[in-house]
């Protein structure tokens, strides 16, 4: 059996991935030489970096089934977005019924098969979420423990209020088991007036969760429009796309270390990037 700092050891040397999109086009591909990527401000070694093209996507929708008209409506535009993934790519489809999670797809290559896995929701308020962060710990459950694809999850439905969305306990834990599977959240949020409290309020847990995941959170105004506009906005973000592998700092003890990481282009400071706020 490997004793304790052995352990911390090998766990500190064992190579880690991220998903690091980046929010405009830039007339070369990312490299490894050119990312600055730091833990706690101390230089780390990209090891890699896969780009676009070299890993497909795995999706899962997750969809609110407590959702109108809003969502109803724009399936056609849902199903052809999950056709229009790259080759090889995955998609998982799952509707959110109260506490709870109906798979109604499991992970697929077939994408016309996941696009006529969609279905109107059923507009039903008694089906509302009251808690995302489990269901989104439910959602990742799905995902295989070694990943092949780059890894992401979409929430589609209304802002889920939360009492403290930065101590919220499930958003946390949804939060940390999606960083270290390195799985990207992203969220189109419809506007409801059921919504309990304020919207600017009601959307603060799903834009940590979004934001801290390394994805992004897209906003439909009151009244409800279509999501076509935000999954244009979606698909050129995941076309930008790279799986970076590093290898984590040791402290003097071999332990990995921790704390916020950063990651800049060197030499083009001005590219924006989004990645998991740890």
């Known amino acids: 059996m490997a ?4 352990a911390g050891q090998e766990a500190a040397a ?13 007339p070369d ?3 490894a030489v050119e990312l600055d990527l730091r833990i706690s401000k101390k230089p780390v070694e990209v090891t890699r970096v896969f780009q676009p093209q070299e890993r497909p996507v795995q999706l899962a929708v997750l969809i609110d089934d407590s959702t109108g008209p809003e969502v109803a409506n724009s399936l056609p535009a849902l199903a052809a977005f999950l056709r229009a ?8 489809v799952a509707y959110l019924r109260g506490p709870s999670l109906n798979l109604v797809q499991a992970f697929t290559v077939d994408l016309e098969k996941a696009a006529a896995a969609l279905r109107p929701p059923s507009s039903n308020p008694k089906l509302a979420i009251t808690d995302l962060g489990q269901l989104v710990l439910d959602g990742l459950g799905h995902f295989p423990i070694t990943p092949e694809r ?6 589609v439905g209304y802002a889920v209020p939360v009492r403290d969305a930065v101590h919220d306990p499930a958003l946390s834990r949804a939060i940390s088991e ?9 969220a189109i949020q419809v506007a ?24 992004q959170a897209f906003a439909l105004p009151f009244p409800p429009t279509e999501l076509e506009p935000s999954l244009q906005q979606l698909r050129p973000l995941l076309d930008r796309q ?3 592998e590093f290898t984590p700092p040791a402290d003097k003890n071999g332990q990995r270390v921790t704390g916020k990481l950063t990651i800049a282009v060197r030499g083009r400071k001005e590219v924006g990037l989004l990645y998991p706020q740890r």
Do not use: C, K
């Open 3 to 6: 004793t304790a700092p052995a």
């Open 150 to 155: 780059r890894q992401q999850l979409l929430y």
């Open 242 to 244: 790279y799986l970076v």
């Open 29 to 31: 591909p990312l490299t």
């Open 178 to 186: 999606a960083q270290g599977r390195g799985v990207a959240v992203w």
């Open 85 to 92: 993934l790259p080759a090889g790519s995955e998609v998982m």
């Open 192 to 215: 409801t007036r059921f919504a309990a409290g304020p919207w600017e309020s009601s959307s603060e847990g799903v834009e940590r969760l979004t934001e801290e995941t390394g994805g």
């Open 14 to 26: 064992r190579p880690r991935r991220i998903l690091v999109t980046v929010t405009q086009a830039l």
